[in-house]
Nanobody, 133 residues
């Protein structure tokens, strides 16, 4: 069982920035693929970004078109943590943001699994991001 905990959400004005953190339990963190999803009220959960397992400094990232160029993602294996850096926030970014972990796949670049909710084994409880205009 892998525990997943998100933090860093909050309320900001449009154009502002936030950094979300996702910290997990487990000794094999560097082998985990980690994704961020979000869900607004009345909407389906949607993919935001993902970062693959890492071998040394090599890993791959993916972003939804709606956040490309504004969000970045990084990982610190020593801290069992993945960060989602969100810049240029817009009101439409308002949602509950979830971190999810896949422990089984060695995902490569452009792997279609990044964006599929059911490909992830463990989920956090979510952290709220609210962007006002």
């Amino acid at each position: 069982q892998v525990q997943v905990v998100e933090s860093g959400g909050g309320s900001v004005q449009a154009g502002g920035s936030l950094r979300l953190s996702c910290t997990t339990s487990g000794r094999a963190f560097s082998s985990y693929n980690v994704g961020w999803f979000r869900q607004a009220p009345g909407e389906e959960r949607e993919f935001v970004s993902a970062i693959t397992w890492s071998s040394g400094r090599t890993y791959y990232t993916s972003f939804a078109d709606s956040v490309k160029g504004r969000f970045t993602i990084s990982r610190d294996n020593a801290k069992n943590t993945v960060y989602l850096h969100m810049n240029g926030l817009k009101p439409e970014d308002t949602a509950l943001y979830y971190c999810a972990v896949n422990i089984q796949g060695r995902w490569g670049p452009n792997d279609g699994s990044y964006r599929i909710v059911n490909e992830y084994n463990y989920w956090g409880q979510g952290t709220q991001v609210t962007v006002s205009s």
